[in-house]
């Protein structure tokens, strides 16, 4: 079992930057591919971001293609995601989660394991 908790969430201006962190806890870490999702109020759950078990492969939601990044440092149990040029439509609650699914997924029903969320505002 893997325990996921976000954060590095806040109040940003648009076109800003925010790096949010997830930290992972329990056995085999690595083995999982991660990926980042967000909801806004009112709204669906949407995918944003996945990374493979080794970090070789990744893959964006269109929306946010170009401006954000994901990455992972397997020796410290941690995935990020490197926000930039902010949008206030970017405003939601964030959260990570891992998956067995090689080597990631878009569909948040092929996800095992989920974080609290951390929330990000984006003013304009």
């Known amino acids: 079992q893997v325990q996921l908790v976000e954060s590095g969430g806040g109040l940003v201006q648009a076109g800003g930057s925010l790096r949010l962190f997830c930290a992972a806890s329990g056995r085999a870490f690595s083995s999982y591919a991660m990926g980042w999702f967000r909801q806004a109020p009112g709204k669906e759950r949407e995918f944003v971001a996945t990374?493979?078990?080794?970090?070789?492969?990744?893959y964006y939601a269109d929306s946010v293609k170009g401006r954000f990044t994901i990455s992972r440092d397997n020796a410290k149990n941690t995935v990020y995601l490197q926000m930039n040029s902010l949008k206030p439509e970017d405003t939601a609650v964030y959260y990570c989660a891992a998956t067995w699914v090689v080597p990631g997924t878009s569909n948040g029903y092929e996800y095992d394991y989920w974080g609290q969320g951390t929330q990000v505002t984006v003013s304009s």
């Open positions: 990374i493979s078990w080794n970090g070789d492969s990744t």
